[in-house]
């Protein structure tokens, strides 16, 4: 026995205790927690692989973004150059502001008579200059509503929103993400007829439109709208803050989640971003998950 251990049996404090070797790493408490370190490992490597951008994905890029070209211009002396485009980075009210057109009186329309609404719409001057409205696409019950900006060049031809190569890669982050573009979900633009040259909606032009869009997501009645762009972001949080600041949180839209990220478009000159795309897809389908199942439970509850 060494001199402490008999000084402290002298003054009647007992012998002294010593953990027994392995008490500790076999100890209810130390398992619990290194259950839950492996744990935490395990989910941080799994989102990290979740967050890897899926090849479809990475496919669509630079020849695409030749033509996304018109859609963006990203320096000021291309911006001189070509005056009739906005840069995508210039804030709403950098847009000259025209006399705001009162938006349409909130009649409650059927989805035909809206569309039929739609069609035949004059209320803004892009009524002069389109081929066609574009109303929206997909399956009007779906749970997902994606809400992007105005129809382009292609979408004014055609009469459909998201096709070209934005609209290919939006269709590629979708079937990575499992969702169909048909059936999984409706698709519409905050404007539904094209701006010429591509050029930003003016505030005027949103306020016009905008009581066909809140007629949609009513009738479409979404789990999770996800936003593409800041127009559509910035429209309806009603917000001039960038979609830097805003993804990568939850939003509500008049109650409904909602989650905002880039356009495809955009994402088409600024390669670097899909990344961060398809960062938000995968934390948008985490939020749609969880209010999915939060939905089922509350459905499957015997009712009293
Ligand atoms: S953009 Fe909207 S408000 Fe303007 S004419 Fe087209 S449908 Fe009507």
Redesign the pocket.
């Given at each position: 026995m060494n001199r402490s251990r008999f000084i402290q049996q002298a003054i009647g404090l007992g012998p002294q205790w010593q953990a027994r070797s392995g008490w500790f790493e076999q100890h209810p408490a130390e398992l619990e927690r290194k259950a839950w370190q492996l744990a935490q490992q395990q989910a941080s490597q799994s989102a990290a692989t979740a967050a890897e951008i899926p090849p479809a994905i990475t496919a669509v890029t630079e020849a695409d973004a030749q033509l996304a070209a018109p859609l963006l211009v990203t320096s000021p002396a291309a911006m001189a150059s070509t005056p009739e485009l906005i840069s995508v980075a210039a804030p709403v009210t950098a847009i000259a502001e025209q006399p705001a057109?009162a938006p349409?009186p909130l009649v409650e329309l059927s989805w035909e008579q809206l569309e039929q609404a739609?069609a035949n719409?004059?209320?803004?001057?892009?009524?002069q200059t389109?081929s066609q409205?574009v109303f929206g696409r997909g399956n009007p019950q779906a749970r997902w509503m994606l809400i992007g900006e105005?129809p382009g060049e292609q979408e004014d031809r055609q009469g459909q929103p998201f096709v070209g190569k934005a609209g290919q890669l939006l269709d590629n982050m979708l079937a990575a993400a499992g969702l169909d573009r048909e059936n999984d979900v409706y698709i519409a633009n905050v404007?539904?007829?094209r701006p010429p040259g591509n050029r930003n909606p003016a505030p005027a032009?949103i306020l016009?439109?905008s009581n066909?869009l809140q007629q949609q997501i009513r009738h479409v009645q979404p789990t999770l709208i996800l936003a593409l762009g800041r127009f559509a972001v910035q429209t309806l949080l009603q917000t001039e803050q960038s979609i830097g600041k805003l993804r990568g949180q939850l939003h509500h839209y008049q109650g409904i989640p909602l989650i905002a990220t880039y356009h495809p478009a955009y994402l088409l000159r600024n390669l670097p971003d899909k990344a961060k795309a398809w960062q938000d897809m995968v934390l948008a389908k985490q939020h749609f998950n969880r209010l999915s199942k939060a939905a089922s439970l509350h459905t499957t509850q015997p009712q009293p």
């Open positions: 057109a349409l739609v719409c004059q209320n803004c001057q892009l009524c389109r409205t105005a404007l539904k007829c032009e016009a439109c066909y």
